[in-house]
């Protein structure tokens, strides 16, 4: 794989509760999709998997260099499947990405009860 961009994230998961807090369903929906609300609602520590899939967004927003290219939060959904999390891009994302060159994704996250931390990989085959 050739390697096209990297991006990393690290952000407070303290952060993210004051932000879901203060802005509710409309910071819900301008972020997540209805997927990952579910899936992180399921959790029992929700506000983490909130952090990690905004990390994950973040890394990916500079993975793929996609400011000032009309990418939505919402376009870059985290998914989980049986061999684990993985990217998928939709919309302007996937446009975006794929004007790139870029036909892969790769994830990797970390955290902990205060952190939430992402690193993505974006490459050609």
Request: proline share 0%; aromatic share 6%.
């Given at each position: 794989?050739?390697?096209?961009?990297?991006g990393?994230?690290?952000?407070?998961?303290?952060?993210?509760a004051?932000?879901?807090?203060?802005?509710?369903?409309?910071?819900?929906?301008?972020?997540?999709?209805p997927?990952?609300?579910?899936?992180?609602?399921?959790?029992?520590?929700?506000?983490?998997?909130?952090?990690?899939r905004?990390?994950?967004?973040?890394?990916?927003?500079?993975?793929?260099?996609?400011?000032?290219?009309g990418?939505?939060?919402?376009?870059?959904?985290?998914?989980?499947?049986?061999?684990?999390?993985?990217?998928?891009?939709?919309?302007?994302?996937?446009?975006?990405?794929?004007?790139?060159?870029?036909?892969?994704?790769?994830?990797?996250?970390?955290?902990?009860?205060?952190?939430?931390?992402?690193?993505?990989?974006?490459?050609?085959?």
């Open positions: 794989m050739e390697i096209v961009g990297i990393t994230e690290i952000i407070e998961c303290v952060r993210i004051k932000m879901i807090e203060r802005h509710g369903e409309m910071f819900l929906e301008r972020v997540y999709t997927d990952e609300v579910e899936y992180c609602c399921e959790r029992a520590s929700a506000i983490q998997h909130y952090a990690a905004w990390a994950a967004k973040e890394a990916t927003m500079k993975a793929i260099a996609a400011r000032g290219h990418v939505r939060w919402n376009e870059i959904e985290i998914q989980v499947d049986s061999v684990g999390q993985r990217l998928h891009l939709r919309g302007n994302a996937a446009r975006w990405s794929e004007s790139l060159g870029i036909d892969e994704l790769r994830l990797s996250l970390g955290g902990c009860r205060t952190h939430a931390t992402a690193f993505v990989i974006a490459g050609r085959k």
